[in-house]
């Protein structure tokens, strides 16, 4: 009895000794993982606030590269003589010369918008005077940038269109009639608006969202559409009020941008969040730049998921590190408890105890190999981690290149299709060179040379042409002649016409058709159209071409028509699809169609396929009319004789 009740306290005191190792055990578990996510945080956000800077510090450079570039623009324009001599006597002049030499210029410089304002701020000359929302007969007075460039020197403006609508930066400058005298006055200001559209779509690419904002903390430019004219922080009553006496802004609303400052790291540094808005639920790394050129603050904000994975990775390896240690610690502590319970009991019963020793190194040592099998697994589960993220990275950009290739595949069928007729021509024009220089015929060698130079001019036209297709806009524009454009690519076709013994009929009136375009390209959709026709009437009897082009208030319209089979009803809607052809299979890829309309979209024309009553096809290319205005502004097609 006496012996039971002394082993009862040694067994309690036993049991709440290991509860303290155990609870200490824990806590220092706790603390050790709690440390390393504390020092990797640090680590992560240092990092993650020197990338950070990297990526605001270019596109700060870019932003004000961009606007810099436009800088001298208005001031080179306001020199001219044809504005200094339009200024001079509005009154008696016609503005339209003066409204399309500002359409060109803002066409080659890629702006916006330019426009001539008379000394009382009305707009008296625009490239936009054929637009709805024309600037002409305006008055700018309370712009800003008006009343700099009246007083002399150059201005500068941001802000939304009072007509268009569309955010904008102007630059303006004086226009001086007579700048000789000591109290002369600037008579007009010349301005240009600049978009910011393009700048912000190269922000969207980025991992990070991008803000620009005024000394009035307004987000005037920004990676998400939904953050622009937006206030980064809340407005008073006054300020806003004075922002709508401006109509910098028109009459946007300026609602708060819902940002909370959790922590500052620095005078430009912060870790925030958004009590609302597209960038609810997440949490930023914050840096701003001035952008001392223009008077703004540009901002970036860096999600901080790289700085909590982080974290958990560090707490994890913390963690199993920990545990490795203290399972060591309990193995040898447990080694070495067993090892004074065999030295106490070896001297009383060593041979009794000598099996049981034996029984318990086997049991130790069974345990450790469970624990270093534990271990190794547990290591490799890491490394396989490792392995995983690799593979991922590797994945990803295998992805981005697969996406390159398939572009470059698409353009090289399409410049294989559109090179093959210039080819042929180019080897009917030599072999004909040839057999006319055995026959002495010297000068009509000559004339088929100077044929394979055009068409090879041409090819190289095309090639530079296909590289540009996902743009909306042709980098050159000019006057073309409809009737000679017809007629020229009808010329590649002659021989090919004569041996398959195919009647032609040219449907135009006597006056020249004129319409803007790019010559080469709209060349290659006639091309196209007329190869098609051509294959389509293999099988017919008596096969006829009719080439039309008529007139129809400001639109010329230009025909191709066959009298082969036809296009059936079920291919009508698939007809201009890439890569969709009835041909044989090698005779085409089925790109000329679909590269066709494209051609012509960028034009701003369109290419239909109209359903006929009879049989055939009829594929009809629509383009605004636009007469020429002077006489040296026309780009006809040069007649050349054709002796293939």
Known sequence: MRLARSKQPSAMKHWRWKGVWLAAIALGLILTMWQAARLAREQAISSLQDDAEDELRLSAANLNGYLLRYDYLPQMLATREGVQRFLASPESQDPMPLNLLLDRFRFTAGVSDVYLLDRTATTIAASNWHRQNTFIGHNYAFRSYYSEAIAGRQGRFYGLGTQSLERGYFFSAPVWLDDTSPDAQPDGVMVIKVLLDEVEEGWAEQDAELLVTDSDNIIFMASRPELRMNALYPLSDDRRDALLATRRYAMEPLSPSGINIEKAYGPDSALVSFAHGPLTGARYLSLTRPVAEFGWQMHILKPLTPVISAQWIAALMAGGLYGIIALGGAIGWQRLRLRREREAFAERERQTLALVRDELEESVERRTRDLVASNQRLSDEIEERRRAEA??????????????????????????????????????????????????????????????????????????????????????????SVQACIEYALRLFQSRLREERIHVEQQWPDDTLWVIGDLVRLEQVLVNLIGNALHAMKETPNPTLTLSATLTGKQVTISVMDNGPGISEQHMAQIFEPFFTTKAPGSGLGLGLSISSRIMDDLGGKLQVVKREQSGACFTIALPYSPPAHSHALHPIKENNNHA
């Open 391 to 480: 593979n991922l990275r590797q994945t990803q950009d295998e992805l981005i290149q697969a996406a390159k290739l398939a572009v470059l595949g698409q353009l090289a069928a399409g410049i294989n299709h559109e090179l093959n007729q210039p080819l042929a021509a180019i080897r009917a024009y030599g072999e004909n060179a040839r057999r006319f220089l055995a026959l002495s015929r010297v000068d009509q060698a000559d004339t088929n040379l100077e044929q394979i130079v055009e068409l090879t001019k041409r090819m190289a036209d095309i090639s530079a042409q296909l590289r540009q297709f996902s743009r909306k806009s042709s980098e050159r524009q000019e006057t073309i």
